[in-house]
T-cell receptor
Framework: AQSVTQLGSHVSVSEGALVLLRCNYS??????LFWYVQYPNQGLQLLLK??????LVKGINGFEAEFKKSETSFHLTKPSAHMSDAAEYFC????????????FGAGTTVTVRA | NAGVTQTPKFRVLKTGQSMTLLCAQD?????MYWYRQDPGMGLRLIHY???????AKGEVPDGYNVSRLKKQNFLLGLESAAPSQTSVYFC????????????FGQGTRLTVV
């Protein structure tokens, strides 16, 4: 079974500072990996996904994530936070084969200080 | 471009009442899912379907039933609602051949009193 661990349930950053959200997965075979964002009272929107084509993945809104097999990690970064980045972020995995079920981390809430 | 549509968006139930949540997708996706979201727990899979006429249990299926009579619709039923089922429910769908892209509905906020 796949599991996902997101370190830190809350992250507070200053506007213009680096955003770093951590995600580690447990799987014997590297899975598909995703980052989703959820703004208040909305559904989930895909930020980016890793599908083995490249270890550094660029997503929307200036976010990117790096897949590191040796560390079983897929951390999300953004060089300069904007007030509009305040949201909840979820890391998720799904195996290469099977029924495409997503397994989610517990989520990290990002607060951006002016 | 409707994508995944959930109805209703909000509902308050009394303990013991029943209801059905409807999910409709217009992307011809084979796979559909129902998740519940609770604070600090991320999204947990309730039931899912890999095609019309099929359903399977997810991580937290107790107290819920589902049906997928048509490819585009996936219904989630609560036969006898309990306060523990107070949650935000999300429907999602995935196409088997398009890069594992999963699309989510806007959610249904359910309160059981």
């Amino acid at each position: 079974a796949q599991s996902v661990t997101q370190l830190g349930s809350h992250v507070s950053v200053s506007e213009g500072a680096l955003v770093l959200l951590r995600c580690n997965y447990s799987s014997s075979v590297p899975p598909y990996l995703f980052w989703y964002v959820q703004y208040p009272n909305q559904g989930l929107q895909l930020l980016l996904k890793y599908t083995s084509a490249a270890t550094l993945v660029k997503g929307i809104n200036g976010f990117e994530a790096e897949f590191k097999k040796s560390e079983t990690s897929f951390h999300l970064t953004k060089p300069s936070a904007h007030m509009s980045d305040a949201a909840e972020y979820f890391c998720a995995v799904t195996p290469w084969t099977g029924d495409y079920k997503l397994s989610f981390g517990a989520g990290t809430t990002v607060t951006v200080r002016a | 471009n409707a994508g995944v549509t959930q109805t209703p968006k909000f509902r308050v139930l009394k303990t013991g009442q029943s209801m059905t949540l409807l999910c409709a997708q217009d992307m011809n996706h084979e796979y559909m899912y129902w998740y519940r979201q609770d604070p600090g727990m991320g999204l947990r899979l309730i039931h899912y379907s890999v095609g019309e006429g099929t359903t399977a249990k997810g991580e937290v299926p107790d107290g819920y039933n589902v049906s997928r009579l048509k490819k585009q619709n996936f219904l989630l039923g609560l036969e006898s609602a309990a306060p523990s089922q107070t949650s935000v429910y999300f429907c999602a769908s995935t196409h088997q051949d398009r890069g594992r892209m999963t699309f989510f509905g806007q959610g249904t906020r359910l309160t059981v009193v």
